[in-house]
């Protein structure tokens, strides 16, 4: 027992106290008898430090240091405090009589120690839920403040051990500062009540105990964030000290923000919202020490870290607690002074490294060819690294600058200088296509591998800007036409002996087109070594093309078919000759079905001979493809020299007046713009 309380026995002070009361309501004169001022004041700071001696006995020492440690048998994990927490008794049940004050203090039961304390106060100075004002000893208010004093040091003793609750492994702690919030409450709750009666107070009124809390746990905050841990886990040779300042500071708060949301939430109400208040103290600190540190020269190494802290680990910290945070009301850690001087250091250092690496290996395919060397094979096919290289590298410089910057945008910035690269590209393609060694084929191969991947990725991904997204896409497609076209024009010019025999009388009645489908399909054997995707694209464009020359040769009109006989022979000429092209570019690769079915509308008006018939199938002709023009027509039935002029315009004319009342589709596909009619 402490020496304060033995004092207050000897005295027998409190079962007097209602004696005392009596003898104040028949005198005015309420000053203590027998005691002189200077004996009051010393009587009163005497069992001031009795008590407080008292109190460092409950602490085991002096009242600055932590509690005892408890027994190894002491639950050791965060879910231990929750139950701590539960155990402890309700106090709200009025308890006076149950324990002494120094019982109270003894067992930490501070709420209850603050309700005797009040009941003493309303005693002294009239209950200010009822009872008249009285005047009041002069030895007992002093004895009371001091008794008051020594519960604040304890309460705000125990608050400054908040994150103290699993790592001194102290569960005694957990039940203690529960009892010690609600005795803050209840203070204040006195406080309004004696705003409220208007009386003179006592001069510990009103004692602010919330404000005093506040305070103590800002500081609290500012303490450990001024002296955060180093992590033993991480390597500190060769880290900067900026680095681990902030590293340090980082996991500090990310520690402490944890045990609040899951130990020390629970000892509060939810009214006074304490891990949001924890929060904004642990923002506003990290913010001062960090608009320090940004007000430095930093290196760039140096300037990433803190930008990466800044807008990524700091803001997914606030969101794994976000169910008891509101990040939202905390704002920026930096402001945009001092933010967008380090996002603009740290964007050019970025574009510049992606630009360099772009160029160089560019300049490794280039000397690659220069010397001779063939592109690598791979499944049958030419490949080349450098989009994937160039993509990998684009795509995760991106992806990393759009977390340490925070914004997609920013991040999109570095990738700037891709337009240039495409069109170093495009040179490096015509430089092969124009040298045409004996590598050229395969180089321009293996570069449509490349434009595939390019394309692919820039349409799926959002690596840049839409306008620089846009300009390189329109250098790649430029790119994949020239390939093309190096690859196609052998081919075309092999083939020409086949095409002119098409369209004519002869081919009417000799095998001429089987040769020529021989012909293909040995121009195709040798354009094989594209990617799939390449391959199916350059075998499509060649389908195209060797069906715009059969439909160019026919239109020409060397072949009269003068009646219903030679009409139907051409009709099913042209019909199988279609499906023969259709089966052997499908077999190579070809995905252009619809080709089939233009020289099938074609063979129709072969075949047709009345008028409104051959009107119908036109107009359903020019419906499907838009680009069909009056030439086209006019030569088509050139050919079936038994309709009349007279005929034709009028098939001519259905044609024009369905054409101008319909808008053409942009989705539909075009064909006839391509073939040319003397």
């Known amino acids: 027992m402490c020496g304060c309380f033995r004092f207050c026995r000897r005295k027998a002070f409190w079962p007097r106290r209602a004696a005392k009361m009596k003898m104040r309501s028949h005198s005015d004169t309420s000053s203590v008898d027998g005691f002189g001022r200077n004996h009051q004041d010393k009587g009163a700071r005497s069992a001031g430090a009795k008590l407080i001696k008292g109190i460092q006995r409950i602490w085991g020492g002096p009242t600055n240091q932590p509690p005892p440690q408890m027994s190894s048998s002491t639950p050791s994990s965060i879910d231990g405090l929750h139950a701590a927490v539960q155990e402890e008794p309700q106090l709200d049940t009025p308890l006076t009589g149950a324990r002494t004050l120094e019982q109270c203090l003894e067992g930490q039961f501070f709420h209850e120690a603050s309700q005797l304390l009040i009941e003493r106060e309303n005693r002294l100075f009239g209950d200010i839920m009822g009872m008249e004002k009285v005047e009041s000893p002069e030895e007992e208010v002093a004895k009371l403040s001091a008794e008051r004093a020594a519960l604040e040091k304890l309460i705000l003793q125990t608050v400054k051990r908040s994150l103290s609750l699993n790592r001194d492994l102290n569960f005694r702690l957990a039940?203690?500062?529960?009892?010690?919030?609600?005795?803050?409450q209840q203070e204040e709750h006195q406080d309004q009540l004696w705003r409220r009666k208007g009386w003179t107070p006592p001069d510990w009124r009103p004692c602010g105990?919330?404000?005093?809390?506040?305070?103590?746990?800002?500081?609290?905050?500012?303490?450990?964030?001024?002296?955060?841990?180093?992590?033993?886990?991480e390597p500190q040779a060769g880290q900067?000290?900026?680095?681990?300042?902030?590293?340090?500071?980082?996991?500090?708060?990310?520690?402490?923000?944890?045990?609040?949301?899951?130990?020390?939430?629970?000892?509060?109400?939810?009214?006074m919202d304490i891990c949001n208040f924890y929060a904004a103290q642990y923002h506003r600190t990290f913010s001062s020490r960090v608009s320090s540190l940004a007000q430095f020269v930093l290196d760039d190494s140096d300037c990433s870290f803190l930008l990466r802290w800044v807008n990524d680990h700091y803001p997914r910290i606030l969101q794994k607690l976000s169910a008891e945070i509101d990040s939202s009301a905390l704002g920026k850690l930096l402001t945009d002074d001092l933010l967008e001087p380090l996002e603009e250091q740290y964007l050019s250092k970025q574009q510049t490294e992606l630009t360099t690496y772009m160029d160089r290996v560019l300049e490794e395919a280039r000397d690659n060819f220069t010397s001779g060397e063939e592109p690598a094979m791979e499944d049958g096919c030419y490949v080349s690294t450098m989009a994937f290289d160039i993509i990998q590298f684009i795509h995760g410089m991106v992806t990393s600058a759009e977390a340490i910057v925070g914004d997609l945008a920013k991040a999109q910035r570095i990738t700037c200088e891709l337009k240039g690269l495409m069109q170093r590209f495009q040179s490096f393609q015509a430089a092969v296509i124009k040298q045409n060694r004996a590598t050229s084929r395969a180089q321009v191969k293996a570069n449509l591998s490349c434009i595939a991947q390019f394309s692919d990725v820039l349409r799926k991904k959002q690596l840049l800007p839409a306008d620089l997204q846009e300009n390189c896409l329109s250098v790649l497609s430029d790119m994949k036409q020239s390939a093309h076209t190096y690859l196609l024009t052998p081919v075309h010019k092999g083939l020409k002996p086949h095409y002119q025999k098409l369209g004519t009388n002869d081919w009417l009645h000799n095998s001429h087109f089987e040769k020529l489908l021989v012909a293909v399909e040995k121009e195709l054997q040798e354009l094989q070594g594209s990617i799939p995707s390449s391959n199916q694209e350059l075998m499509g464009q060649l389908h195209r093309e060797v069906t715009e020359e059969y439909v160019k040769r026919l239109l020409r009109g060397e072949v009269r078919l003068k009646d219903k006989e030679k009409q139907l022979k051409a009709y099913a000429t042209v019909k199988d000759d279609a499906d023969s092209l259709h089966r052997l570019f499908s077999r190579m690769g070809s995905q252009e079905d619809w080709l089939k079915e233009i020289l099938h509308k074609i063979a129709e008006v072969l075949r047709l001979q009345d008028v409104p018939a051959l009107q119908m199938q036109v107009v359903l002709l020019g419906s499907d493809y838009p680009d069909l023009s009056e030439k086209h027509v006019s030569a088509l039935l050139k050919l079936k020299t038994n309709i009349s002029k007279v005929d034709r315009r009028t098939i001519k004319a259905t044609l024009v007046e369905t054409l101008d009342g319909c808008r053409p589709d942009v989705s539909t596909q075009t064909f006839f713009s391509r073939v040319d009619v003397r």
């Open 175 to 184: 039940p203690a500062l529960s009892s010690a919030v609600r005795a803050i």
């Open 209 to 233: 105990w919330r404000r005093l809390h506040d305070a103590r746990l800002r500081e609290l905050v500012e303490e450990r964030m001024e002296n955060p841990p180093t992590p033993p886990s």
């Open 240 to 271: 900067s000290s900026i680095k681990a300042s902030i590293h340090s500071m980082g996991l500090r708060m990310k520690e402490d923000l944890l045990l609040v949301v899951e130990a020390v939430r629970t000892c509060y109400p939810p009214e």
